[in-house]
């Protein structure tokens, strides 16, 4: 690709992210995300790399890579400079472009390594949705469901069965959870009913673990900053794992899809694969082989050992975070369930 269009397509994701973050309650966020334009003229690693970026720069969440590592250097007190753009002291943007261009001038060997994968949020919230199509689900295939998460992270929703929702008014989950979710509820409410998880486990590339303090600081370093809501339910997380530790594989998604559809399945369940804001990182090859070991496992399942696939993932032209249920036997097309925020905040119910 001409370097002038590389830098053309960062430069509009970077601008994109930005709009995306202030549009969805981060406006300072949205600031240091935007002053990475500043680094698109090559003068320091950082912006050499990112301003050459081979992928998709949208899809490859560019920007949010970065902003993770400036909030990292505020929270372990590396450099916090930026701290006052976070908490809204400084707004104007051509100063917030000159602190991220000095921030990054004075780390620039610390900063390149959160360029090398995509970040990690494990937001908890997103559990709102995927509850939602399970109490979707148990109406059409019973309670009893083994769930299998794609692109876990720390697994912090593979412990879901350990936490409190309200969904626009139907309740599920443990009283006392410290992780309490409760998303602004837009239409009717999900069914109410019995949901039991049966067994749930994760996989993902390079698991987190929430009991190492290193790992967990990153993941918060991945939250927007004045989303303090977001960071509470990553202690939350923290405080579940204590208690007993969520089952994450360190695994490839398709070998692990292959994996646990090669299990043996108890009677009378419903083996269901969930992943939420992931399958746009995975390689194309990847889905492709998730996508035949689906087809291929809903054709042998039958009324007793049924498979649900449930997903929350970005539609690519609206970039709407939409919620699609599919399940064997009986619904083998995608149905849209509702769209919701990104991080949980909001879940528009179809139903």
Request: one cysteine or more; glycine letters at 8%.
């Amino acid at each position: 690709m001409n370097p002038i269009m590389e830098i053309d397509e960062v430069a509009k994701a970077i601008r994109w992210q930005a709009d995306h973050a202030m549009n969805n309650g981060a406006r300072c966020t949205g600031r240091v995300v935007r002053g990475q334009l500043a680094l698109l003229d090559g003068a320091t690693a950082v912006g050499a790399r990112i301003a050459a970026w081979p992928g998709k720069p949208l899809e490859d969440a560019l920007p949010l890579r970065l902003a993770g590592g400036f909030h990292h250097l505020v929270l372990t007190g590396a450099d916090v400079r930026l701290g006052a753009v976070y908490r809204g002291e400084v707004t104007d943007q051509a100063e917030v472009d000159a602190l991220v261009l000095a921030v990054t001038r004075d780390h620039d060997a610390a900063l390149l390594p959160w360029l090398d994968g995509p970040p990690q949020t494990n937001e908890a919230g997103r559990s709102a949705s995927i509850m939602a199509g399970l109490l979707w689900l148990a109406q059409r295939l019973g309670p009893r469901f083994e769930l299998n998460e794609l692109g876990a992270s720390a697994g912090v929703n593979t412990m879901m069965e350990r936490f409190f929702f309200d969904l626009g008014g139907t309740q599920g989950g443990p009283p006392d959870s410290p992780m309490r979710i409760v998303p602004e509820w837009r239409g009717p409410p999900p069914p109410e009913g019995a949901v039991e998880i049966i067994a749930i486990k994760g996989c993902d590339r390079a698991p987190v673990s929430l009991a190492d303090p290193d790992a967990a600081l990153r993941l918060k370093a991945y939250v927007w900053a004045e989303v303090t809501a977001r960071i509470g339910r990553i202690d939350a997380a923290i405080a579940l794992a204590a208690q007993q530790a969520p089952d994450v594989a360190q695994m490839d998604a398709a070998d692990f899809v292959d994996a646990r559809l090669a299990a043996e399945q108890a009677d009378d369940s419903t083996r269901v694969v969930f992943h939420s804001i992931v399958w746009q990182y995975l390689p194309p090859e990847t889905r492709a082989r998730i996508e035949a070991a689906m087809a291929a496992a809903g054709a042998r399942a039958d009324a007793r050992r049924r498979l649900a696939w449930v997903m929350l993932e970005t539609n690519r032209e609206t970039f709407r975070h939409e919620l699609t249920v599919r399940y064997w036997p009986g619904c083998e097309a995608p149905v849209l369930l509702g769209t919701a925020h990104a991080h949980g905040a909001w879940v528009e119910w179809f139903g």
